[in-house]
């Protein structure tokens, strides 16, 4: 697989610039809040599907994976993004181990799984923000990468077994957005438009 492609496919600049702003402009640190997660990467999905000049990344957002790539004989994509799984966000050094949470199992304390069963084809990790990055790792590498934790599992991937296509400094960019991104005014505005 020859994850460059993807740079063919995505404006990857104002990507950059659109994950920069999801996660720093003014109204943007409601996302961080636990029950607001979620939402924060349906907005960087959303911000990718705009990005994808070539038309071929499908927004599925299904429980095991997220994308698929058409263009990759339909091959499953499972996204996970934060501010610094890849890069460390003060001097944008790269650290030794990119980190990110696969799975959450809501089991009980005794989980006797010792596999995670695959459900994608293809890890793609984005930084938001300090130095946004993204690469991405075929599901074999996550395999052989996985820790079990008391609620699902955890891939701690050594930095060079990531394929990194693309870093921006993001650190000294300035926020070009003036939006609100909180939950409640979008269900308010919804609910309006519902008529209630």
Same mark, same amino acid.
């Given at each position: ?14 990507? $950059?610039?659109?994950?920069? =702003?999801?996660?720093?402009? +003014?109204?943007?640190?409601? #996302? ?11 907005? *960087? #999905? ?9 038309? =071929? ?16 004989? =339909? ?9 610094? +799984? *890849? ?14 949470? #696969? ?22 990790? *984005?930084? =938001?923000?300090?130095?946004? $990055? ?11 990468? #996985? ?17 990194? *296509? ?31």
């Amino acid at each position: 697989m020859n994850y460059q492609d993807f740079l063919s496919w995505v404006d990857v600049s104002k990507f $950059a610039s659109a994950c920069h =702003n999801i996660s720093c402009a +003014p109204g943007s640190q409601i #996302l961080n809040e636990h029950s607001n997660r979620m939402l924060k990467e349906k907005y *960087i #999905l959303g911000a990718l599907r705009r990005c994808n000049h070539a038309n =071929n990344i499908q927004w599925i957002d299904t429980i095991d994976y997220d994308l698929i790539f058409t263009a990759w004989n =339909n091959s499953t994509v499972e996204v996970k993004t934060g501010d610094g +799984p *890849i890069y460390t966000e003060k001097k944008g050094d790269p650290k030794k181990f990119v980190e990110v949470k #696969l799975k959450n199992i809501y089991e009980s304390k005794a989980n006797t799984r010792t596999t995670l069963d695959k459900t994608f084809d293809h890890l793609m990790i *984005i930084q =938001n923000s300090g130095t946004f $990055a993204i690469g991405f790792v075929p599901f074999d590498i996550v395999s052989q990468h #996985l820790v079990s934790l008391s609620d699902g599992w955890k891939a701690r991937i050594p930095f060079d077994k990531v394929a990194i *296509i693309y870093t921006q400094d993001m650190r000294q960019k300035s926020v070009t957005w003036n939006i609100d991104l909180d939950p409640k005014l979008w269900v308010d505005k919804k609910l309006i438009e519902a008529g209630l």
